[in-house]
């Protein structure tokens, strides 16, 4: 059993006296070192972690070969200011982003919520519209504009003005929105946009772009039917409207693919990218094609786009993955990690839904009438941590399994014990 130490416990005070409270921590861990899929906390405790760092550490902890490129880079230069002067270290991680993914044009930047930004830009600058669609529980930031979108708690959004965007039902099957069953539903959810929004409540003259996530994250991880993605890519191109994809959590192989979206054999116009590609050091990139990122200069920039060290860190981080084969091994280990998540689920009724692809899964607890279990997954993730395991909340009551994809058969084996130990609590 993991016990708070009294170095924790001294950091944390600290951390209340001068950290922003508008920071979200499920619980206390101080986090000191990690290797591998292995955190250690300021006290000696050691974790398994199913977390990544909400889904960022998807190479692992301590990876050599993403120190050794940002040390190298750190003799030479830290910065140099990509949006005023040229360098190539930049220049080689755009180049292979386009190689991965077959874009064009990559604007590279800092976050996820940075990318989503540039994002939205770029769509308003390339179609002269000043509205969006976005779906309900969707998260894309917390900055003004990705805020907009995001749908996923109304506390998130409270006292923030918006820009004008409309949320549409997303296809959340275990809980359809429309009370229908999949696949006599005809995928209603994704309809409803031609059949409501564009006639009732936004022209699709005046809608520059739909924004979706291929797998809802912060929302639930939700995996829509294969059928969704690809009637949301039938009405942008039948309605003249940009199809942009968040892939901020679900991309960097998570899914077994570079991007998710591959899975459901769809292309976005702009996608959006950060966490996991910058192996732990804050890195962000927009892509899309020649066309529509051809906005001239000044319409967009900014200060530490292109840092050096990011840069480095990035193109390792995405020459590790393949090398490794790293989609090839989220695909393995997340069919295993399914099959006992399935197996607990025919163990325990608290457990009422196991879903994801790859290693992005979530698990939804119920209550006995299927309500969310909100108050007995806190106690579980609570319970977990204790027993030495990491995990995340997810949507009302799910809880996020996104371990790196480097984790070790056996480390998920003895995480999935420690999470049994703690389900027996509720």
Same mark, same amino acid.
């Given at each position: 059993? $993991? $016990?708070?130490?009294? $170095?924790?416990?001294?950091?944390?005070?600290?951390?209340?006296?001068?950290?922003?409270?508008?920071?979200?921590?499920?619980?206390?861990?101080?986090?000191?070192? /990690?290797?591998?899929?292995?955190?250690?906390?300021?006290?000696?405790?050691?974790?398994?972690?199913?977390? /990544?760092?909400?889904?960022?550490?998807?190479?692992?902890?301590?990876?050599?070969?993403? &120190?050794?490129?940002?040390?190298?880079?750190?003799?030479? #230069?830290?910065?140099?200011?990509?949006?005023?002067?040229?360098?190539? #270290?930049?220049?080689?991680?755009?180049? &292979?982003?386009?190689?991965?993914?077959?874009?064009?044009?990559?604007?590279?930047?800092?976050?996820?919520?940075?990318?989503?930004?540039?994002?939205?830009?770029?769509?308003?600058?390339?179609?002269?519209?000043?509205?969006?669609?976005?779906?309900?529980? /969707?998260?894309?930031?917390?900055?003004?504009?990705?805020?907009?979108?995001?749908?996923?708690?109304?506390?998130?959004?409270?006292?923030?003005?918006?820009?004008?965007?409309?949320?549409?039902?997303?296809?959340?099957?275990?809980?359809?929105?429309?009370?229908?069953?999949?696949?006599?539903?005809?995928?209603?959810?994704?309809?409803?946009?031609?059949?409501?929004?564009?006639?009732?409540?936004?022209?699709?003259?005046?809608?520059?772009?739909?924004?979706?996530?291929?797998?809802?994250?912060?929302?639930?991880?939700?995996?829509?039917?294969?059928?969704?993605?690809?009637?949301?890519?039938?009405?942008?191109?039948?309605?003249?409207?940009?199809?942009?994809?968040?892939?901020?959590?679900?991309?960097?192989?998570?899914?077994?693919?570079?991007?998710?979206?591959?899975?459901?054999?769809?292309?976005?116009?702009?996608?959006?990218?950060? &966490?996991?590609?910058?192996?732990?050091?804050?890195?962000?990139?927009?892509?899309?094609?020649?066309?529509? #990122?051809?906005?001239?200069?000044?319409?967009?920039?900014?200060?530490?786009?292109?840092?050096?060290?990011?840069?480095?860190?990035?193109?390792?981080?995405?020459?590790?993955?393949?090398?490794?084969?790293?989609?090839?091994?989220?695909?393995?280990?997340?069919?295993?990690?399914?099959?006992?998540?399935?197996?607990?689920?025919?163990?325990?009724?608290?457990?009422?839904?196991?879903?994801?692809?790859?290693?992005?899964?979530?698990?939804?607890?119920?209550?006995?009438?299927? /309500?969310?279990?909100?108050?007995?997954?806190?106690?579980?993730?609570?319970?977990?941590?204790?027993?030495?395991?990491?995990?995340?909340?997810?949507?009302?009551?799910?809880?996020?399994?996104?371990?790196?994809?480097?984790?070790?058969?056996?480390?998920?084996?003895?995480?999935?014990?420690?999470?049994?130990?703690?389900?027996?609590?509720?």
């Amino acid at each position: 059993m $993991k $016990k708070l130490g009294n $170095k924790a416990r001294e950091i944390i005070s600290r951390d209340n006296k001068v950290a922003s409270p508008s920071l979200t921590r499920p619980y206390e861990l101080v986090v000191d070192h /990690a290797e591998g899929s292995t955190i250690y906390d300021v006290d000696g405790n050691s974790y398994i972690d199913f977390a /990544a760092s909400v889904a960022v550490m998807n190479i692992g902890y301590d990876c050599k070969k993403v &120190k050794r490129a940002v040390c190298t880079q750190m003799e030479k #230069m830290v910065h140099c200011g990509f949006s005023d002067f040229y360098a190539e #270290m930049p220049v080689k991680l755009c180049e &292979k982003m386009c190689e991965m993914t077959g874009y064009e044009k990559v604007f590279l930047s800092n976050s996820g919520a940075e990318a989503v930004e540039a994002a939205m830009k770029l769509a308003f600058w390339h179609t002269k519209k000043n509205s969006m669609i976005a779906f309900y529980r /969707a998260f894309h930031g917390r900055t003004l504009g990705a805020l907009s979108l995001t749908s996923s708690k109304i506390k998130h959004k409270e006292h923030f003005p918006s820009l004008h965007v409309l949320h549409s039902d997303y296809a959340y099957c275990y809980r359809c929105p429309l009370n229908l069953e999949y696949p006599e539903c005809g995928i209603s959810c994704a309809k409803e946009i031609e059949r409501t929004i564009f006639k009732r409540e936004l022209s699709p003259k005046d809608t520059a772009a739909i924004v979706v996530e291929p797998i809802q994250g912060e929302g639930g991880f939700i995996v829509p039917p294969p059928e969704f993605h690809k009637e949301i890519r039938r009405i942008c191109d039948e309605n003249d409207v940009l199809l942009i994809a968040d892939e901020i959590q679900s991309g960097g192989f998570r899914t077994g693919k570079f991007m998710a979206m591959e899975n459901f054999g769809v292309r976005a116009d702009i996608v959006c990218m950060s &966490k996991s590609i910058g192996g732990g050091i804050p890195l962000g990139a927009t892509l899309s094609s020649s066309e529509i #990122m051809s906005w001239h200069p000044g319409v967009h920039a900014n200060t530490f786009g292109g840092n050096l060290l990011a840069a480095a860190g990035g193109l390792a981080t995405l020459e590790f993955m393949e090398s490794s084969r790293l989609g090839e091994k989220a695909v393995e280990k997340g069919r295993y990690l399914m099959k006992r998540l399935n197996e607990l689920k025919d163990k325990y009724p608290i457990i009422g839904d196991v879903r994801g692809m790859g290693l992005m899964i979530g698990v939804e607890l119920v209550e006995e009438n299927k /309500a969310p279990a909100t108050e007995k997954r806190e106690l579980i993730v609570k319970k977990a941590l204790d027993g030495g395991l990491i995990m995340l909340p997810a949507g009302d009551s799910v809880i996020r399994f996104v371990p790196p994809l480097i984790i070790k058969k056996s480390e998920i084996d003895r995480g999935l014990e420690i999470f049994e130990n703690a389900l027996k609590t509720a």
